[in-house]
Nanobody, 118 residues
Framework: QVHLVESGGGLVQPGGSLTLTCAAS????????MGWFRQTPGNEREFVAS???????KYGDVLKGRFTISRNNYKNTLDLQMNNLKPEDTDVYYC????????????WGQGIQVTVSS
């Protein structure tokens, strides 16, 4: 079983930066995709960014180059560098790990709050 814990969230002013980190522990398989999603209560969870164990990255269309995702396969960590934050980036951010090949798996973190406000 994989356990994911997010850290680094908090309150930041518009235009500021934050880095979220997700630490994975447990029985971590190879060939996984790790990613970030965000969700406002009452809305669907929105894809932010992902990176495969091989380093292939994908980003959600709404980010427009402001966020950068990276992972360290040795430390089993995932980072999301968020720059030029806007009030509409206020959300709970979730870390996800998944594996599409057998044996498949999906794990989610508990989520962490990011608030962008002056």
């Amino acid at each position: 079983q994989v356990h994911l814990v997010e850290s680094g969230g908090g309150l930041v002013q518009p235009g500021g930066s934050l880095t979220l980190t997700c630490a994975a522990s447990g029985a971590i398989p190879g060939a996984t995709v790790m990613g970030w999603f965000r969700q406002t209560p009452g809305n669907e969870r929105e894809f932010v960014a992902s990176v495969s164990s091989g380093g292939t990255t994908k980003y959600g269309d709404v980010l427009k180059g402001r966020f950068t995702i990276s992972r360290n396969n040795y430390k089993n960590t995932l980072d999301l560098q968020m720059n030029n934050l806007k009030p509409e980036d206020t959300d709970v951010y979730y870390c996800k790990m998944s594996r599409a090949v057998t044996p498949t798996m999906t794990a989610w973190g508990q989520g962490i709050q990011v608030t962008v406000s002056s």
